[in-house]
Every structure is written in C-alpha cells, then in structure tokens.
C-alpha cells in the first residue's frame, strides 16, 4: 500500500510529495520534530504531551507554527488513520519554510509541515527481555538539547558509534564528566535503590517517557532524584535503563563491555518495565 504523507495542508501520496531544495530543514536543519508512539490499546500515546513540547521547541528557535496545535493533532491523527496505523509511529516536523538561502530568518517565508505515520518494525520486545548494551561517547552537543530540533548531527554520530560496537545505545558525557542522557533516549542509574537522572535542563531533551516513566516509578513509591551525577556513578550502578518513545524503558545490561550490575536485569527496572507494559496495555 502507498505511504500517505501530509505535506504543507494536503495528503499525498509519498512517492509524490515534493519539497523545494531550498526548504530551510534541507540548507539549515532549521526546523523541528516530533515521534509519537501509537499503540493498539491506547491510540497515539501522549498526544497531548508532545504537542505542548512542539509549542515549546517553536518557541525556543522561534518558529511560528504554520497550524494551530489542534490542527497538527487533528492532521496527525488523520495520517495515522489513512496509513490505517495501529502499533506504530507518527513522524511529525516543521521548518521555517522555503526562501534563498541566508542565515537570518526570511521574512515572507511559510513554514513546511511534513507528517507520515508507519507501523513498528523493530525488536524492542525481544531485546527488552533479554537486557542490552550502551558505549558511552562525549557529549559534545549545543547548549539547547531541550528542543527537539533537527539538527541532529551528533546523536547520528554517536548513534553509528553504538551499532559499530554492537552496542543498543550511546550515553552522552559531558567533557565536565555528567552523564546527560543517550543519542535517542533518557537514561536512568539506580544506586541503593534510588532511581537517579539527569535534570530537566537545557543539557537533556526533556523526554514524555522520561516524565511518564518518573510517575509510574513514584506511583509505586520508588524514590526518584532529578540531578546531575558524575560518570563514576554511571559505571557503579546497579541497574541501568533508558526510556524514549521507541525505546519505552529498555534496560542496559553491559556498559562499555562490562557487565552492570550483576549484568541482569534489575528488579527496579523489571518493575517499571512491567508498569509501562500495563499503561500501554500490552499485558
Ligand atoms: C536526545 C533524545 N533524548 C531523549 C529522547 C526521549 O524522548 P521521548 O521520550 O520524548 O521520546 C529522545 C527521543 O527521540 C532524544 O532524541
């Protein structure tokens, strides 16, 4: 079946919709994105809360956006709807819009809105049960990881890094040696059964399974701390795992070859694997 995008007000089919090449997403990365999860039990998953981080990440590079939310939701849904998705994703991005190339913002230019929604191909459950692997690489990103931008040359670098090493995912460090989060997901430590991340600061994408996963965690009376910890802390863990849309809680049983913990899945984030399976209805 062809893929229907939604493309700047209209469904076409993905083999027909076209964009100029000086669409500033192509020349800059000046744009923004979000993925929503859609599940068969609960629909797109959060909806809500990834249109509030869209506002949001508008805000912080300036872009005005081309539709109201409640039309980017209502076309999201439609995408979703006509691609007849049910277990999948939704890929929504925006760019400041077509206009000769220079830096400073265009005057007349029209934001482009590009969304398509596709089924989940990848093994996440199988790798979930069995635990897996993250490197850790240099965190070497800008100073607003807090908006979803496309500009996403570092987390593909450091994504490319883990696969060469047959790891899941990388961990950002940061030269001070904070551990911030990985190329595509949050990450979480658990030393003495307190559960530890990395603020919600400009250093981190604040993720909506970071945010969803901290209240499953303190509706279960799990202690959890939002604050900066050192690479050290990282290496002495107990348990490890990290959170993301496509992730949802993924545990990390190997770090840098060596074993977490005692290279089993812990009981903390057993449980919290097992919470986020309930929310979402897959059990
Ligand atoms: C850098 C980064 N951090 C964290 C996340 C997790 O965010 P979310 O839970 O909203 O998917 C992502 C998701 O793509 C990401 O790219």
Sequence with gaps: MPEIFFLNGEYVQSDQARIPVEDRGYI???GIYEVVRVYPKTGPF???EHMERLAFSAKGIRLELPMSLEKIEEACLETMRRNEVTDGTIYLQITRGVAPRTHAFPLNAKPSILIFSRPYKGNLVELRAKGTSAITTTDDRWLHCNWKTLN???NCLAKQAAKEAGAFEAIFIRPDGTVTEGSSSNCFVI???VIITHPADNYILRGISRDFV???AQERGLKVK???YPE????????I???GTTTEVMPIIQLDGKPVGNGKIGPVTKTLMTAFDEAIGRK
């Design 214 to 216: 901290m209240k499953l």
């Design 232 to 239: 050290e802390v990282l290496r002495t863990a107990d348990e």
């Design 226 to 228: 939002e604050e900066k």
């Design 152 to 154: 996403l040359i570092p």
């Design 241 to 243: 795992f990290m959170t």
């Design 191 to 193: 030393t003495g059964g």
């Design 28 to 30: 800059f990365g000046d």
């Design 46 to 48: 959060l909806m809500k």
